[in-house]
């Protein structure tokens, strides 16, 4: 199959579940959800583009990858956090995400010291690729974006990494916004357009 | 990186979350952890080889794919389903995962019939790579194991399809186990060993 290569933005948004309730498409970012009235996001759709959303307003708290297809309800979109806030109030395009074209290099400590890794591929289990750690302690995006997550298979936390934010460069779990408050990283794949 | 040649087999199980309490090392299947005394798993890591995971005894009801890593609690390995048994009681080895040769065709419609597509890498979003609907009728697993998910990005319920079970024929989703008791896959990827 071939990916769409005329990339335009596009997200309809319900504040029911199962695509109920009130309606708003959008084809940009949404700081915050309340500013047209409504209490949360109950449902949405990804027409195109790739997306994050964020569990505040202005892009703050858990993060959550939105590729294209239907989302009914928040285990939808969630992941599979301990942590079960239920609520999604603002979202962003991630302009730079290129499943073609998508490099990193991930190092064993912060500060892009120790062992390194070179990833241009999808890697459900980093363990099972040779990296010998449950740990990634920095990050340098080099083209495209990506999505971290603290479990094998890409459950738990979700982070996303993009080449044209902070230059690529996440130096500690802190710029990375751990909800984990550790480096807690075994699965990491490129983000779909 | 490269991945491991030699494919061994070893689970190691914990009945407490976080690698607590009683212990017991796996390297072939499980049909029933009771029969070790255990009351539920709470906890284990894959040291080799990739599994999966079953809500019931025998190898019935939700599944998980479990790669190598560690999974200290059920968010861990659970998926994002709203139907939250938190249950795993059996569990074997998934013996033809081959990452590097794995391939199937996924069909429009049950028995094989509509519209077509030959997969042989990662989707985490079938619709964002051409497949016009966000269900798939029926698969036919030509190489290696892979898993389905309900919604985009793996998340959701998962559904291992292996080429050596069925003969890699799954021709209704009865065939894969569905728990939404829908033909709903947004998502498919290979399975790592």
Redesign the interface.
């Known amino acids: ?4 290569s005329v990339v335009s933005l596009q997200i309809v948004v319900w504040d029911k579940g199962s695509f109920q309730g009130r309606r708003h498409e959008f084809t940009a970012e949404c700081y915050n959800i309340a500013a047209l009235g409504f209490n949360n996001i109950g449902s949405f759709r ?1 027409e195109s583009g ?1 997306w994050v959303g964020f569990e505040h307003l202005g892009f703050q708290g858990q993060q959550f ?7 009914p ?1 928040w ?8 942590y079960r806030a239920e609520r999604m109030v603002s979202f962003r395009p991630i302009a730079c995400a290129n499943h073609r074209d998508s490099k990193m290099t991930i190092y064993e400590q912060e500060n892009f010291l120790g062992r390194k ?3 241009s591929d ?10 010998a750690s ?1 740990e990634v302690g920095s990050f340098r995006v080099h083209s495209g974006a990506w ?1 971290c997550s ?7 936390f979700q982070y996303v990494m993009e080449c044209d934010c902070r230059a690529g460069a996440y130096k500690h779990f802190r710029e990375w916004g751990s909800h984990a408050q550790t480096s807690q990283v ?2 990491i ?1 490129r ?3």
Chains 1, 2 share one sequence.
């Open positions: 199959m071939q990916s769409v990804v790739a990858v939105l590729e294209r297809g239907e989302y309800s285990e939808a979109w969630s992941g599979s956090n301990a890794g070179e990833l999808d890697y459900p289990s980093l363990p099972a690729m040779g990296w449950n999505v603290q479990f094998p298979g890409y459950r738990g075994q699965s794949r983000i779909q357009q």
